[in-house]
């Protein structure tokens, strides 16, 4: 493996600065993929935009297949369904910008606890 090309990746997704990660399932099956996609769009846009260390990552199925589109925000372990462009604005807002998540659209809550695995560590050059 080429160690000089994963840190230049690394670097270049912002993995060591990152304050959040946000994860969106697009469907086919909790959403219409065009729905998805839409909303995708405005998420991309909104992270760009804002110059916050936010990861955006599409994910194909988070195997609830209903409900959708899901939004998981990490690492706060919070969980939106039905999310639309318009709601994902408030969302923006308030929970990624302000820390307050948006409670009456919170599906499930469950930060990760973690398992004793050790700290990884980035590839030496
Ligand atoms: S398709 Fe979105 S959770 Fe399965």
Request: with cysteine.
């Amino acid at each position: 493996m080429n160690s000089e090309k994963i840190l230049r990746g690394l670097e270049k997704a912002g993995v060591a600065t990152a304050r959040r990660h946000l994860f969106l399932c697009i469907g086919p099956e909790c959403c219409p993929v065009e729905e998805g996609e839409r909303l995708w769009e405005r998420v991309k846009d909104r992270v760009r935009q804002s110059g916050l260390e936010v990861l955006r990552t599409k994910a194909a199925c988070f195997r609830i297949c209903a409900g959708g589109p899901w939004l998981a925000v990490y690492p706060d372990g919070v969980w939106y369904g039905e999310v639309t462009p318009e709601r994902f604005e408030r969302i923006w807002a308030e929970h990624i910008c302000a820390d307050k998540p948006v409670q009456e659209w919170v599906g499930a809550a469950s930060p990760l606890q973690g398992c004793g695995v050790p700290t990884v560590q980035s590839p030496s050059t």
